[in-house]
């Protein structure tokens, strides 16, 4: 079964970049490895949905990103190191929030790829908090 564990989040300055990781081991119920399953980004705040923030094709090609993060963060798979991250640039009070990585299996949608429920696995989240 997919593994993901996420790293990277803390406390920072509004402005600041930070850069989170998602490890990912193991392979999916049908046989896929990382090479082969997309992933994407959430967000959850207290008393919040989980919302989406990026998303990335299983080839890296494609990628998608909520409007309030647009430009300024980057999603990118290794596929050296079977890591996902989030490279987050400028960032602002309302970036706050617990980051979960999760992944899903191909074929999906663009709509899928930017709902929470269109992902099979999960990570245990990471919290980010920026101040002012």
Known sequence: QV???ES????VQAGDSLTLSCAASGRTYVGLTFNSYGMGWFRQQ???ERDFVAAI???GQSTLYADSVNGRF???KDYSKDTLFLQMNNV???DSGVYYCA???PPTTTQAMMNNRG???WGQGTQVTVSS
């Open 3 to 5: 593994r993901l564990v």
């Open 8 to 11: 990277g989040g803390g406390l």
């Open 46 to 48: 207290p008393g919040k």
């Open 57 to 59: 094709s299983e080839t």
């Open 74 to 76: 980057t999603i990118s």
């Open 92 to 94: 602002r009070v309302e």
């Open 103 to 105: 992944a899903y299996e």
């Open 119 to 121: 992902y099979d696995y």
